[in-house]
C-alpha cells in the first residue's frame, strides 16, 4: 500500500504564508504527478497545483501569484508554499499522487488532509 503523510497546516493570519508537505511512501517505483487539492466547508474538492516528474506545473486561478508548487530531487515528496493567504483559502488540503506501482499499475492516492485557517 501507498500512504501520503501530509504537514504543515495551521491557523494564519490573511496576508501570512504557510508551506504544507506530503511524503509518499511504500511500494512505489515513480511518481507521475503530485499535487495539492483543497476542500472548504460545504464546498466540492478542487484542484489547487500539480506538478509532473518533469517539473511542469498548474495551479487554479485563485491561487496564481501566491502558491508555489515544489517536488524534492527524489522525487516522493511535494510542497506547497502559501503566501499571502487569504480567508478564502481556508480549506481542508489534501495531497495526491499518481504512482506507478507493480507491473507499471499507475493509481491515484489520497493524504488525510491538513487544515489550513486563514483569520481576517
Avoid at 494564519?12 to 508551506?19: E, I, K, P, T, Y
Avoid at 476542500?39 to 500539480?50: C, D, H, M, S, T
Avoid at 508555489?68 to 478564502?88: C, H, M, W, Y
Wanted: with cysteine; proline share 2%.
Amino acid at each position: 500500500q501507498v500512504q501520503l503523510a501530509e504537514s504543515g497546516g495551521g491557523l494564519v493570519q490573511a496576508g501570512g504564508s504557510l508551506r504544507l508537505s506530503c511524503t509518499a511512501s511504500g511500494s512505489i517505483l515513480s511518481i507521475n504527478v503530485m499535487g495539492w487539492y483543497r476542500q472548504a466547508p460545504g464546498k466540492q474538492r478542487e484542484l489547487v497545483a500539480i506538478i509532473t516528474s518533469s517539473g511542469s506545473t498548474t495551479y487554479a486561478d485563485s491561487v496564481k501569484g501566491r502558491f508555489t508548487i515544489s517536488r524534492d530531487d527524489a522525487g516522493n515528496t511535494v510542497f506547497l508554499q502559501l503566501n499571502s493567504l487569504k480567508p478564502e483559502d481556508t480549506a481542508v488540503y489534501y495531497c495526491n499522487a499518481e504512482a506507478v506501482l507493480f507491473l507499471n499499475r499507475v493509481t491515484d492516492y489520497w493524504g488525510q488532509g491538513t487544515q489550513v485557517t486563514v483569520s481576517s
